[in-house]
């Protein structure tokens, strides 16, 4: 473990980054809870301690000369743990409870995307700009989040060289993510006034999963039962991915650990006998508690590493695709997804959820909707619906529609 700084770069190991990632994740933990407008905009807390970080990192770039540059194979590992227990987690049971509902604002986000990919690739366009560094303007970084971004700009780099993609990428996710949080609860508040809409029926609340439920104590065992499926559906994915590459379809590895994780999970019986002893550990405690640390550090990492100095340049196409996204996808909310909806409290909701899965991610959905209905009460409806589309299709649906585009341009 060495710091030492070589032609004006400080390289950092991979044992240095991932700890200075976790410190990170308490410093924006800290902030957040030190400034409540961080919390009422639902700011992520490895956004917020990764873009201080990031911040930090560029003056002392301003002042020195020096740059800062990280080592993040470790991180990418914590991509694919984040993604395998996102298929872990995943019933096809649940995925057929929305019914209608779910099909509708399916249908929606799909037309939706594609919408958003051609805007980015006109609008890039414009300044001279070709379709794979447009792409980093649409579903790739806003739609597809912080991770689809990191995991595809790789490969957007080194196959269509686009410059400077994962500094494109993850700046296009971060502003989207708060816009994302600044439109949901305003979209909410207006149509609820506009058209004076209430609850159907007084109902308990239903903030989503982290709200309102006891804690459970999580034991060694379990911890590690998780850890141990995780890397088995890791292993299956690895192996898909490779039988995939054989075919000439090139897809990133988190997808196809989502996708191994999903089919263990849904295919082979919760009680087929395990080495551990434990049935298979879906929507566990353990489970939850890997994909917020997996997510949480990742994110930081990513965060903390961008390089902001190498963006001036990009930063009027930036400016101009990301407002261009965030009228045209209020005109979607206001004019489709809630008539469409049904016009009702619940589609009112399902709009602030649309809100943070347009330009922002699940979680930014989730904390929309938690804030309007602890306002002006439950809606289970939208609490069913949304989290299936944003936090299932919409990567599935990415998936497919990145190579699409980029085949097609």
Same mark, same amino acid.
């Given at each position: ?23 990170v994740l308490f410093v924006g933990k800290r902030l957040n809870n030190a400034f409540p407008l961080l919390r009422e905009f639902s700011i992520p807390e490895p956004v917020t301690g990764g873009l201080l970080f990031s911040v930090i990192f ?10 800062? !540059? ?96 994962? !500094? ?15 439109m949901g609860g305003p979209i909410a508040k207006f149509l609820i006034n506009r058209y004076s809409l209430t609850p159907e029926k007084v109902e308990a609340q239903d903030v989503g999963v982290a709200k309102g439920e006891k804690k459970e ?40 650990? &989502? ?51 190498? &963006? ?97 341009f």
């Amino acid at each position: 473990m060495e710091l030492e700084i070589v032609d004006g770069l400080l390289q950092i190991d991979t044992f240095l980054a991932v700890t200075l990632g976790i410190v990170v994740l308490f410093v924006g933990k800290r902030l957040n809870n030190a400034f409540p407008l961080l919390r009422e905009f639902s700011i992520p807390e490895p956004v917020t301690g990764g873009l201080l970080f990031s911040v930090i990192f560029a003056i002392v770039y301003a002042v020195t000369g020096v740059a800062v !540059e990280f080592e993040l194979a470790a991180r990418d590992i914590l991509l694919v743990y984040f993604f395998t227990t996102i298929g872990i987690n995943a019933s096809f049971k649940d995925l057929l409870a929305g019914g209608k509902p779910l099909v509708i604002l399916l249908t929606i986000t799909i037309a939706y995307m594609v919408v958003q990919n051609l805007t980015a690739i006109s609008v890039v366009s414009l300044f001279g700009g070709d379709a794979p560094t447009a792409l980093l303007g649409g579903t790739v970084s806003l739609i597809g989040g912080h991770g689809t971004a990191i995991a595809w700009a790789p490969r957007l780099s080194e196959d269509f060289g686009v410059q400077n993609a994962m !500094e494109i990428g993850i700046a296009c996710a971060t502003f989207g993510l708060i816009l994302a949080s600044l439109m949901g609860g305003p979209i909410a508040k207006f149509l609820i006034n506009r058209y004076s809409l209430t609850p159907e029926k007084v109902e308990a609340q239903d903030v989503g999963v982290a709200k309102g439920e006891k804690k459970e104590a999580i034991g060694g065992a379990d911890f590690l039962d998780a850890i141990l499926a995780i890397h088995i559906a890791a292993i299956f994915g690895i192996l898909l991915n490779d039988l995939l590459a054989g075919f000439g379809l090139k897809l990133p590895l988190f997808v196809t650990c &989502l996708f191994a994780g999903i089919l263990i999970t849904n295919l082979i019986p919760r009680n087929f006998p395990r080495v551990s002893g434990q049935a298979w550990p879906t929507r566990t405690p353990s489970m939850a508690l890997i994909a917020d640390l997996s997510l949480g550090t990742f994110l930081a990492m990513s965060l903390m590493s961008m390089q902001l100095w190498t &963006l001036i340049d990009l930063a009027g196409p930036i400016i101009v695709v990301l407002g261009t996204q965030f009228a045209i996808a209020l005109a979607v909310i206001l004019f489709v997804v809630f008539p469409v909806m049904g016009r009702n409290y619940d589609a009112a909701v399902v709009c602030a959820g649309f809100g943070g899965i347009s330009l922002g991610s699940t979680p930014t959905a989730m904390a929309n909707m938690a804030a309007v209905t602890m306002r002006y009460g439950a809606s289970h409806l939208a609490f069913i619906v949304v989290p299936l589309v944003c936090a299932f299709f919409i990567d599935l649906v990415n998936a497919l529609m990145i190579p699409f585009f980029l085949a097609s341009f």
